[in-house]
């Protein structure tokens, strides 16, 4: 007898949704899945402070930078390589300098390096005119404030040994005044220093890449105005890749393996549970079948 099309839902092997799961999930990584995606409020903001800068850069003498601060590790690379290459991507594409620095994360400086490499690469521009890595510093408190008030009393020298004033970018940053935004990428915390410390001093912006477990610690500071925007996950990070236009970025690949997934899911979810429903129903009428025979 032919085994009925809810018994067969029932008894898929799980080894063949998995190896689903894996094609859908590896898809867009070679075939880019553009898909529908509304960009958030703070998105949008921070894409706009950006734009700020650069139009201001085209005109000016002394160009503003961009100071990313790169408090992040392989653990989070998922959602904050994204991030950071979009930035870089705006900021390459735009006229806007920026430097890399990290005060807790060694690894920071060194991965963000090779995004900027990689990027500037293909935009032809070049390090020391267009980006320099501070990279990490270890700083307490009291240091950190020194940083603030006078960046090159705790920072001599780029990661190459260049000394940080001969820099040709550098020529333009007299001191932290002159960095008209702070991109804190994180995947824990540390954007709160920012806050505390240098906007009071300074009247810097400062907005965040953050993962999404910890996006919603940060709202309380973008509704206070504290902080000027925000990418939140991969999400975020894909939704500054479409404001760049820089639709081949891992935030926009992730996000297409991503929801292929989900609608693998969701449809075995349904299907699993239809299943069941009509099985249930199949056992009921033979049950009611055999009573009635009994009589």
Not at 11 to 20: E, G, H, P
Not at 32 to 56: F, G, R, T
Request: some cysteine; hydrophobic content about 40%.
């Amino acid at each position: 007898m032919k085994k009925p099309w809810y018994e067969w839902i029932q008894s898929i092997d799980r080894r063949i949704i998995y190896l689903v799961v894996f094609v859908l999930v590896s898809l867009p990584f070679f075939i880019p899945i553009p898909l529908p995606m509304d960009v958030s409020e703070q998105v949008q903001k921070l894409y706009n402070k950006v734009e700020e800068i650069a139009e201001y850069n085209k005109t000016a003498k002394k160009k503003k930078v961009v100071l990313f601060s790169m408090e992040w590790d392989p653990a989070v690379q998922a959602e904050c390589w994204p991030q950071t290459e979009a930035m870089a991507e705006h900021c390459l594409t735009r006229g806007v300098p920026f430097i890399l620095f990290s005060r807790w994360r060694p690894e920071g400086p060194t991965l963000a390096q090779q995004i900027a490499e990689k990027r500037a690469k293909e935009h032809g521009k070049k390090y020391g005119e267009d980006w320099v890595n501070f990279g990490y510093k270890r700083m307490d408190l009291p240091a950190f404030l020194a940083f603030i008030k006078d960046i090159y009393s705790q920072v001599t020298k780029d990661t190459e040994g260049t000394p940080i004033r001969t820099v040709p970018m550098m020529k333009h940053v007299e001191s932290i005044r002159d960095v008209d935004l702070i991109f804190h990428v994180t995947g824990s915390v540390g954007v709160e220093q920012w806050i505390q410390y240098l906007q009071p001093e300074t009247g810097v912006d400062v907005s965040i890449g953050c993962t999404a477990i910890i996006g919603p610690e940060m709202y309380p500071y973008l509704d206070s105005g504290q902080m000027v925007g925000m990418m939140e996950g991969l999400s975020g990070a894909a939704q500054y890749e479409r404001l760049v236009g820089h639709l081949e970025g891992r935030g926009t690949r992730g996000m297409g393996s991503q929801n292929l997934a989900h609608f693998w899911i969701i449809a075995m979810m349904i299907l699993g549970n239809v299943g069941y429903v009509f099985q249930r129903r199949r056992e009921r009428l033979d049950k009611q079948r055999v009573e009635m025979s009994g009589e």
